[in-house]
């Protein structure tokens, strides 16, 4: 299947996916919390696999039977393994331009090194870079790289993309319990991704079943402290917990309010409270939504934060 959806997606609204790699699993890494399953064929070396053409027609045609009213926001490129690895990229990026709708990339941004990946990436409206590791031995252990890859080529080349690049910029950390989460790589890892300067900076965290089953999210109390660390850097962080909700803010119903907001960043409890005021309800609400264990509450510098929890899905 090359084109699914649209599927709603926190970041890009209603999402038409597009994925340009024949199966099977073809990817430069083999991430231990990789959802689809174990890369099957690691490689580095680009390679042809779908023809732009016969995407395009694939996409227009699954556009023309879509009701106007749920046309996609963006047509993303997010494959059966890594993007990048389609030799026609960029052709495929500039055809599916001329549907009229901006064309969003998902890459593990291992790739970069390539010349002609940073070009054909350079060609999407948004992109978004893969950014679990900031250094060698845990990118090592998340991602389990391809052995012709190094570290600091892969660092390097990430900068040099994101000081060029004119479209929007996103980055998306796994924080995965006791690797990438400990008190030592969370200020490393947000000094990278402050680097890279994203619009935004995803933090997400494994709630399907990772291909390791030994891998665990983080608990909420250090989510929480992920999440401060990069909000002190000046990095504008969201939460992608796995709740795809689209409105964020003030909706005027609590219960939603409570549960769209904690789902993109801890809220103070100074906050929920002049949130619960504005809408005139009690302390009951959070209660009830703490007794649901649909949020959580946990405590950093001496301040109470509500965050909403989250579970693994089978
Ligand atoms: S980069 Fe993506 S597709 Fe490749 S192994 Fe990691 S999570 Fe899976």
């Given amino acids: 299947m090359i084109c699914f959806g649209p599927v709603p997606s926190r970041r890009l609204g209603k999402s038409l996916g597009v994925n340009n790699i024949i199966a099977p699993k073809t990817c430069s890494y083999s991430c231990v919390y990789c959802q689809v ?125 994101a000081h060029n690049f004119k479209g929007s910029l996103h980055t998306e950390s796994m924080i995965i319990q ?45 989510l929480n402290i992920v999440w401060q660390t990069f909000t002190q850097n000046n990095i504008t962080t969201e939460l992608l917990t796995g709740f795809e909700g689209s409105d964020t803010g003030f909706t005027g119903n609590i219960y939603e309010d409570i549960l769209n907001i904690t789902a993109v960043h801890p809220l103070r409890e100074d906050s929920m409270r002049s949130l619960l005021e504005k809408d005139n309800a009690e302390f009951q609400v959070v209660e009830s939504l703490l007794k649901q264990k649909l949020i959580k509450s946990t405590t950093y510098k001496g301040k109470k934060y509500f965050i909403r929890e989250y579970h693994i899905k089978s």
């Fill in 37 to 161: 399953g174990p890369t099957m064929k690691e490689s580095i070396k680009r390679d042809i696999h779908f023809k732009p053409d016969v995407i395009l027609d694939n996409v227009k045609h699954h556009i023309s039977l879509l009701n106007k009213n749920n046309y996609p926001d963006y047509i993303t490129l997010v494959s059966n393994g890594e993007p990048t690895l389609d030799i026609h990229l960029g052709e495929t990026i500039s055809l599916l331009k001329l549907t009229g709708f901006p064309v969003a990339v998902i890459t593990n941004a291992s790739l970069l090194t390539d010349d002609s990946v940073r070009e054909h990436l350079s060609l999407a409206d948004w992109v978004s870079l893969k950014i679990d590791a900031a250094n060698k031995d845990v990118w090592k252990t998340i991602n389990r790289p391809h052995k012709n890859l190094d570290f600091d080529r892969y660092i390097e080349s990430i900068l040099l993309f």
């Fill in 178 to 222: 006791g690797i990438n989460d400990t008190d030592e790589h969370i200020p490393l890892l947000a000094g990278t991704v402050k680097k890279i300067n994203p619009n935004i900076a995803y933090l997400s965290v494994p709630v399907r079943p990772p291909c390791e089953t030994w891998v665990k999210p983080p608990d909420t109390k250090r």
